[in-house]
C-alpha cells in the first residue's frame, strides 16, 4: 500500500534551516508528481510546493518563495524540502503528498493529491 512517511521536522531559530524529508513507498514514486503541504496551528490546510515526477519543474507559494527549494531523489523514492530564512510563520504541521495523475492541476488544489503522509511538526521560535 502507499505509505509516506515524514521526517526532518523540529525547533529552528528564525533565520534558520530545516530539510523535511519523505519516504514513499507502495507506488512507482518516479512516475507523480508530489507537493508539500502545511497546517499552522487553527488554520487550514496551505499547498507549499510541487514538483514534477522527473523533478524538471518546481512551483512555490508566494509566502515561501526564494526561501524554500523542494527537490527529490527518484533512485531513492525520496522527497525534499529545504527551508532557509525560516520565519515563525513558518510554524506548522509539513506533509508530503502524492498527486493522482502526472501533473496537479492546479498545482495548489489539495483534491489533486490522494496520498497524504502523518505530517512532521516544524516549529520557528527564538
Known amino acids: 500500500q502507499v505509505q509516506l512517511v515524514e521526517s526532518g521536522g523540529g525547533l529552528a531559530q528564525p533565520g534558520g534551516s530545516l530539510r523535511l524529508s519523505c519516504a514513499a513507498s507502495g507506488f512507482t514514486f518516479s512516475s507523480y508528481a508530489m507537493s508539500w503541504a502545511r497546517q499552522a496551528p487553527g488554520k487550514g490546510l496551505e499547498w507549499v510546493s510541487g514538483i514534477y515526477s522527473d523533478g524538471s519543474d518546481t512551483y512555490y507559494a508566494d509566502s515561501v518563495k526564494g526561501r524554500f527549494t523542494i527537490s527529490r531523489d527518484n533512485a531513492k523514492n525520496t522527497l525534499y524540502l529545504q527551508m532557509n530564512s525560516l520565519k515563525p510563520e513558518d510554524t506548522a504541521l509539513y506533509y508530503c503528498?502524492?498527486?493522482?495523475?502526472?501533473?496537479?492541476?492546479?498545482?495548489?488544489?489539495?483534491?489533486?493529491?490522494?496520498?497524504w503522509g502523518q505530517g512532521t511538526q516544524v516549529t520557528v521560535s527564538s
Open positions: 503528498a502524492k498527486s493522482q495523475r502526472g501533473t496537479p492541476v492546479p498545482w495548489y488544489a489539495l483534491n489533486e493529491y490522494d496520498y
